[in-house]
């Protein structure tokens, strides 16, 4: 029974979550209220806040949620028989697939960094656990041989996580751009870099 009420608990706060990124999405994190997302939620302001105390609340845990999936999508890849295709179905679903909405909260959030220090600390905080995490990802398809074991992990890491903010950057303030005619390349630029790139070091070796 205890499991079973646990459960629920984590599905309602999924819920709630859900209801307020719908509204964030709508009309930003300031002019969004606590009865907006209540009535988006279907539930009454003191059921609301057992579960969320505040909007920062909701914000963090949004945040969250964002920084539990891509730590499974980083893991998914490690576990996929091939490296590149894993890769390719990771960069498909956040920068492709997922619902613009969701896209547009991940501005909402980082613009939001820049005017709240809680809310700055909470995306640092989560960018060096994403970062981390891409950094592994590709220490492990080094060790297995798939791509250049001299690679500059950390480099590596920064640079795909410029181009995925670039393009998320890119669908939430540009309704006509297409991320699905750009990924193929973006795809190829990367497969070069992670294989067949030679930075300062080598060149000077190869002298």
Not at 57 to 78: C, D, H, K, M, P
Not at 82 to 99: K, M, N, S, T, Y
Not at 128 to 156: F, P, Y
């Amino acid at each position: 029974m205890r499991r079973a009420n646990a459960q629920l608990q984590s599905d309602r706060r999924a819920e709630i979550l859900a209801a307020a990124e719908r509204c964030f999405a709508r009309s930003g994190f300031h002019q969004t209220s606590m009865q907006e997302i209540c009535a988006e939620a279907g539930m009454s302001p003191g059921n609301l806040y057992r579960y969320f105390a505040s909007k920062e609340a909701l914000i963090t845990g949004i945040v969250e949620a964002n920084r539990a999936e891509a730590a499974a999508s980083f893991i998914a890849v490690q576990q996929a028989p091939d490296f590149f295709a894993g890769l390719a179905a990771l960069a498909r679903h956040h920068l492709v697939e997922r619902p613009v909405e969701k896209v547009a909260i991940c501005a909402e959030v980082m613009a939001e960094s820049r005017r709240t220090a809680e809310i700055n600390e909470l995306c640092y905080r989560g960018e060096q656990e994403i970062r981390q995490g891409l950094v592994d990802m590709l220490s492990h398809a080094a060790k297995n041989g798939e791509i250049d074991r001299d690679l500059d992990l950390e480099g590596a890491a920064n640079v795909l996580m410029t181009l995925g903010d670039g393009i998320s950057w890119r669908r939430s303030v540009d309704p006509s751009f297409d991320p699905e005619t750009v990924l193929p390349m973006i795809l190829h630029m990367v497969k070069c870099l992670l294989t067949e790139f030679h930075g300062p070091e080598k060149k000077e070796q190869s002298r």
